[in-house]
């Protein structure tokens, strides 16, 4: 199944959930079509490169869905980074802008090497504070995929790694 024909199943809701965003609604996509979207993350890193991959971490929650999958579907390990107090201690924990405020993200610290999972690249802020948390807690970060590039920040990196997606608008 082509990336383009994935992006089809994808909904945009206007002002969700705030006014001015235009929300990105995966859902139908996992419900019709939750192994090609798999399988287009999956083809995100050369063989080579899922040879030098340990675990994967998802960040809450829909990266959690999608890296989840993605690992089991690799035979690798998967591991949390959520928002704050969700998990018990030992947690490492990373502030981050929003839009509005400010959120926390938390993990318990691990070593080995990893790649990093989310659903949607936006700001870039969410992936670029997970990024900085895995490091924190002892992770070496080798790889950051998303599902979906908006293009709204022209070549995010975090280090010198890019986001690599699936979907791009
Ligand atoms: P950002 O930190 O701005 O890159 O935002 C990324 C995070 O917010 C991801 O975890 C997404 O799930 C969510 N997000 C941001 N913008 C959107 C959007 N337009 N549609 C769906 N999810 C979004």
Redesign the pocket.
């Known amino acids: 199944m082509t990336h383009l024909h994935l992006k089809k199943y994808i909904l945009e809701s206007a002002d969700f959930p705030r006014p001015g ?5 995966i859902a139908p996509l996992l419900r019709e079509h939750f192994a090609p979207t798999v399988e287009a993350l999956d083809g995100l890193l050369s063989e080579t490169e899922w040879g030098e991959i340990d675990a994967l971490a998802g ?1 809450e929650s ?2 959690f869905v999608l890296g989840a999958a993605l690992a089991a579907r690799r035979g690798k390990g998967f591991v949390l980074v959520r928002k704050q107090g969700k998990l018990p201690p030992p947690v490492v924990d990373m502030r981050y802008d ?2 509005y405020g400010s959120g926390v993200l938390e993990m318990q610290p691990g070593r080995g090497r990893l790649l990093l999972v ?10 670029n504070a997970a990024a900085e948390l895995c490091e924190r807690g002892g992770y070496d970060v080798r790889a950051l995929a998303v599902l ?1 590039d ?1 293009r ?1 920040v022209d070549g995010f990196r975090w280090r010198d790694l890019p986001a690599r997606a699936a979907i791009v608008y």
């Open positions: 965003i235009l929300f990105r609604d960040i829909r990266g929003l839009e989310d659903d949607v690249l936006a700001t870039g802020g969410t992936l979906i908006l709204l």
